[in-house]
């Protein structure tokens, strides 16, 4: 997916400023779903306004610097429908955890099961944001993508944490392979 999807997508659930959009692809809902500079971000923000994709509009704060804030109009909603037409790339997981663990022949016992241990503590918390989520709605009114979305991401984090779990006895008993 390209910035510019990504940008029109985080739009369509409402005004947001680069800063925010990168917030959310760093820290948020979205960051799930792809890796995204700053830097690649406003120089997207304003070719989609100069393409008509997008409005703007300056938000003054006291104390503050002023930020710019852009929402979704119909153009950039018909692009965005458009965009979504095209097939997803296949998924990618990257991770240096595997590349230690794929390596943990070269690594202390004492280092691997630290390792492990602030993994499981990532994929707990991972889950418990997670479940945080699906209390931002009263009871039954979580949209179906989210809905499907948070789904998704717990049973894969839980799968994970499981996996791990009962197979870090296989990579702390490891030596010279």
């Not at 948020?28 to 393409?51: C, D, M, N, Q, R």
């Not at 710019?68 to 955890?97: C, M, R, T, V, W």
């Not at 009871?139 to 870090?168: I, M, Q, T, W």
């Amino acid at each position: 997916m390209n910035t510019k999807t990504l940008c029109l997508s985080i739009l369509h659930f409402g005004e947001k400023s680069g800063y925010d959009i990168k917030k959310l692809c760093s820290d948020g809902y979205f960051k799930h779903f792809v890796e995204i500079s700053l830097a690649s971000i406003y120089p997207t923000l304003a070719k989609l306004e100069k393409e008509g994709l997008v409005t703007s509009r300056v938000e003054y704060q006291v104390g503050k610097p002023s930020r710019k804030i852009y929402a979704l109009n119909e153009k950039g909603s018909e692009n965005l429908n458009l965009q979504l037409q095209e097939p997803p790339s296949p998924d990618k997981h990257i991770s240096e955890f595997l590349l230690l663990m794929k390596c943990c022949h070269l690594l202390a016992p004492e280092r691997i099961s630290k390792l492990i241990d602030e993994r499981l503590a990532y994929y707990e918390k991972e889950i418990s944001l997670i479940d945080e989520c699906y209390d931002e709605f009263p009871e039954g009114e979580l949209p179906a993508g989210s809905k499907f979305v948070l789904g998704y991401g717990h049973v894969v984090y839980k799968a994970v944490h499981d996996y791990v779990s009962s197979n870090r006895s296989m990579l702390e008993t490891a030596t010279g392979h």
